[in-house]
């Protein structure tokens, strides 16, 4: 057994390396809540999750003042009843996006801790389906930038190796979206995958009207064309368009996931780790996708996700956007166009102590 003694909370917020924009929103900062534990035994373990530039503050105060007080004193061990118990006690503002990252920024945590514990990476003890998963590049596919912009980056990551590109679409006009995407199109061949992201821009009659148009491309999927909790119009465009549906990034329990799948409302899931509530929902979405032989193809935090990707067998892609550089001392590692989960004990990411202690903006400690 190994009490649970000490928990430190920093928020390190972190500028995007390039601009990125899609159809609703800019990426502003990333808000990173962290969370350490310490044990009775000196065993360690280090969470996070993330926002996009708002609500930071809210994920801390909800970990602070009601999440890990209730750490104290429990088996680190006991990583599902912990979950299940804080998912409960703050019932009443579940499901939804703030509870999500806090627990998962404490549920990370704790997988990390066992992970070290027992000497495994995160990848071998939660599965160990993969040596290596291939990436595909968002990061020069912004909605703000031009077709020959997006031909020079779409080009210079197959150059780099990578296997596929995604694409923001939901320009004013079909058109536009057309012709950004066939010029990518055109430049990078037919054997080179193109994804598009429409981050719920659309209504269903105008996500199926474009749908027809995006058809003629070879589009690997069409992601997020509506908003989230638009069920039945997912399933209504699933059902119209021959391309693949993807969802999943703003979807926050195992039992949406579900419905999606029992009603045929996509044929990709996407769940994140930070926002479906940690690794253990997570581990729980992709055993329910591959009961549906659907795959998995996570949103974002590619420094934690190769390793969910490797653990399990209906993981094709990981989606390359660096996150974290500033404050780890090592990048995710890759050959090539492959991204290789770390052979270290725990979640395979080596953070910088000092950069993350010169960079929070909170800190707290909670220690009964």
Known sequence: MAQITKVELWQVNLAPPVPRSDAIQSFVTQETPM??????????????????????????????????????GRDADDI?????????HTHATAVGAITALALAT?????????????????????????????????????LHLSPEQLVTQSLEAKADGFSGVKIKVGRPH?????ARLSAVRDAVGDAFEIMIDANQCFTVSEAIRRAKHYESLGIAWFEEPLPAEDLSGHERLSQSTSLPIAVGESIYSLQHFREYLQRGACSIVQADVARIGGITPWLKVAHLAESFNVSICPHFLMELHVSLCAAVPNAPWVE????????????????GGFALPSSAPGLGIAWDREAIERLAVRRAVVTQ
């Open 35 to 72: 969370l350490r534990i310490t044990c009775d035994d000196g065993s360690q373990g280090t969470g996070y999750s993330y926002t996009i530039g708002t609500g930071g503050s809210s994920v801390m105060a909800l970990l602070e003042h009601h999440l890990a007080p209730k750490l104290i």
């Open 174 to 178: 079909v058109s536009e979206d057309m």
């Open 80 to 88: 599902e009843a912990i979950w299940k118990d804080l998912f409960f």
């Open 106 to 142: 404490i549920d990370t945590a704790l997988w990390d801790a066992r992970c070290r514990r027992t000497n495994l990476p995160l990848h071998k003890a939660a599965g160990g389906a993969q040596k290596r998963v291939p990436m595909y590049s968002t990061e020069g596919g912004w």
């Open 320 to 335: 390359y956007i660096p996150q974290l550089d500033s404050i780890t001392t090592e990048r995710m590692a890759r050959d």
